[in-house]
C-alpha cells in the first residue's frame, strides 16, 4: 500500500511540474478558445499579445502626421439600394474605429465600444495584403524567377504535401487547391487547429508542410484558404534570407512612419502570422492605404512597384467556388462592380478601402461576431460595407 502511495505521489508531483512547465501554453491555449466570447472580443482585438506570442514593431522616429480637417457623418447611407441609417449599421457591426481619409487628410475618425485611438488592432487577414505587398517587391529585385514557378521550388519542405507543384500565382490567388476547412465556428476545423498550434507555440511551418489532401486542382478554382498565406511567407523567407517581419519592417513599415509601435503574433519559433497577425493603431492601416491609392509612392520614394500596385489589386483569380459575391487578386479583394475600388478584409468586420476615384481610404475596425451571417440587406455583412464605403465616398465627394 505504501508503495502504491509513492507511485501515486510521484505520479501527482510529475503532473504538478508538467503544469508549471506548461503554464504558459495552457493559459494561451485558454485565451484562444475564449477570443471570441461576447464580453471579451473587444478587449481581446486591442490585446492579443496577451494570448499568442508576439514580436514588435518598434515606430520609427520620422513619423507621418496626417493633416485633419474633420466633419460631419452622413445621417444616412444606401445599402443594396436603400436607405439606411448609418449610425445603426456601425452599431449593428459592432464597430471599434472608423477612419476616413480623402486628398490625404482625415476628415472623420471616431472610436467605440470603449476603444481609443492608441489601441493596437489585431489586423486579421487585412495583414494578407501587406505581405503581398512586399512580396512584389521580391518579385521586382529579382530574388523569384517567375510567379509560376511551383512553391516547392523554393521550399522544399513542401515537396510531398498538398502544395507540390502549386504556382507562387495559384497561391497568392487563393487557389492552391489545398483542402482546408476556414470555418471560424467550427471548433474542429484546420483554421481553428491552426489557431491552437499558434497557443502551444507549435511550428507554422510544419502545419503547412502537413497538409496533405487537395480539394481540386491548383489553379481551377479559387477557396479562400489562410494558410495559403503563411505559405508565400515561406517564400518569401527562402528568397530573401530574412524574417517576414525583419523584411516588412525593413521594406514598409519603417518607411511608412507609423505614430505608434505595433507587433506581428508569431509562432513558437518565432515566425511572424502572416496571414492574420498584425497589430496596429488605425491611423497606421491607414497609412498602408494611402501608400497603395498613392500606387506605392510614400514622400518621393517608390516603396511598392507601381505594377505590382496595379497587378495585385485586381481581379484575376480563377472562378469563386464558394459564392462569395466577390473577386480576388493577389491578396486583395475585388467588388464584383468595381469601379476601380479595392480592399483588404480581416475577420470579424476590419477593412483597408481605397477608392482612387474619390482619392479616398476607409478604415473600419470591429469586433463584429455576426459577419458570416446573412445580412437584412441579403447581399451579406462584407458587400453591404462596401456599399457603406462608397456612400461615404459620394458623401464627401468633391
Known amino acids: 500500500m505504501k508503495f502504491l502511495l509513492r507511485i501515486l505521489g510521484a505520479f501527482i508531483v510529475l503532473l504538478i511540474v508538467l503544469a508549471v512547465l506548461n503554464l504558459g501554453k495552457l493559459q494561451r491555449l485558454m485565451r484562444v478558445n475564449s477570443l471570441f466570447e461576447a464580453n471579451k472580443i473587444v478587449h481581446n482585438f486591442s490585446n492579443m499579445d496577451e494570448a499568442l506570442y508576439a514580436a514588435p514593431l518598434p515606430a520609427p522616429a520620422d513619423q507621418h502626421q496626417w493633416p485633419e480637417d474633420l466633419q460631419a457623418l452622413p445621417e444616412t447611407i444606401s445599402i443594396n439600394g436603400k436607405s439606411q441609417n448609418l449610425h445603426d449599421f456601425l452599431t449593428e457591426t459592432d464597430t471599434t474605429a472608423l477612419l476616413v481619409i480623402k486628398n490625404g487628410t482625415i476628415i472623420y475618425e471616431d472610436y467605440f465600444l470603449g476603444t481609443g485611438q492608441d489601441d493596437q488592432r489585431i489586423s486579421w487577414s487585412m495583414a494578407k495584403s501587406y505581405l503581398s505587398a512586399i512580396f512584389g517587391i521580391a518579385l521586382q529585385d529579382g530574388l523569384i524567377k517567375s510567379l509560376e514557378d511551383p512553391v ?5 519542405e513542401l515537396t510531398g504535401s498538398a502544395y507540390e507543384g502549386a504556382s507562387i500565382r495559384n497561391v497568392l490567388n487563393m487557389a492552391s487547391g489545398v483542402k482546408f476547412n476556414e470555418d471560424y465556428l467550427d471548433k474542429n476545423s484546420d483554421i481553428n ?36 498565406t503563411h505559405v508565400i511567407g515561406m517564400v518569401l523567407r527562402a528568397v530573401t534570407g530574412k524574417s517576414n517581419l525583419d523584411y516588412l519592417n525593413e521594406k514598409l513599415w519603417s518607411k511608412l512612419g507609423p505614430g505608434a509601435d505595433g507587433y506581428y503574433l508569431t509562432d513558437g519559433d518565432g515566425v511572424a502570422f502572416v496571414l492574420g497577425g498584425l497589430n496596429m493603431r488605425t491611423r497606421d492601416y491607414a497609412l498602408f492605404g494611402q501608400l497603395f491609392l498613392n500606387k506605392g509612392r510614400w514622400k518621393g520614394e517608390q516603396i511598392i512597384p507601381t505594377r505590382w500596385v496595379a497587378q495585385s489589386t485586381r481581379a484575376s483569380a480563377p472562378p469563386d467556388t464558394e459564392g462569395t459575391g466577390v473577386n480576388y487578386g493577389y491578396q486583395w479583394w475585388v467588388p464584383a462592380d468595381s469601379h476601380g475600388d479595392y480592399f483588404a478584409v480581416g475577420i470579424y468586420s476590419q477593412y483597408i478601402y481605397v477608392d482612387p476615384r474619390s482619392n479616398m481610404v476607409i478604415v473600419k475596425n470591429s469586433a463584429d461576431r455576426e459577419f458570416k451571417n446573412p445580412s437584412p440587406s441579403g447581399q451579406g455583412y462584407k458587400i453591404d460595407t462596401i456599399d457603406m464605403f462608397r456612400s461615404l465616398a459620394d458623401f464627401y465627394g468633391d
Do not use: N
Open 193 to 228: 487547429k491552426m489557431g491552437r498550434v499558434l497557443a502551444i507555440g507549435g511550428s507554422m511551418d510544419e502545419f503547412a508542410a502537413s497538409i496533405s489532401e487537395r480539394a481540386r486542382e491548383p489553379g481551377s478554382g479559387r477557396q479562400y484558404v489562410s494558410i495559403d
Open 152 to 156: 516547392d521550388k523554393y521550399v522544399p
